[in-house]
């Protein structure tokens, strides 16, 4: 996991982007006040939605327990 300030982020935006998308790199942008935020490729995003709806239905985890049984 990375971590880069605002400022560094907004001087360095394409460099940045390219390791979050490229290398599957989830970055944190700290920001005063401590009003963080985490940057994630979008690939990453939507697999971590699906992993939440498919764990988030009963029916869904047990034929997944019971396929990997």
Same mark, same amino acid.
């Given at each position: 996991? $990375?971590?880069?300030?605002?400022?560094? $982020?907004?001087?360095n935006?394409k460099m940045?982007?390219?390791k979050?998308?490229?290398?599957?790199?989830?970055?944190i942008?700290?920001?005063?006040?401590?009003?963080n935020?985490?940057?994630?490729?979008?690939?990453?995003?939507?697999? $971590?939605?699906?992993n939440?709806?498919?764990?988030?239905?009963?029916e869904?985890?047990?034929?997944?327990?019971?396929?990997?049984?």
């Open positions: 996991m $990375l971590a880069v300030n605002y400022t560094n $982020l907004r001087d935006m940045y982007m390219d979050v998308t490229d290398d599957y790199e989830t970055m942008v700290t920001r005063k006040n401590n009003k935020v985490v940057m994630i490729s979008e690939e990453s995003y939507n697999n $971590l939605m699906e939440i709806y498919v764990m988030g239905n009963k869904n985890y047990d034929w997944l327990m019971k396929g990997k049984a």
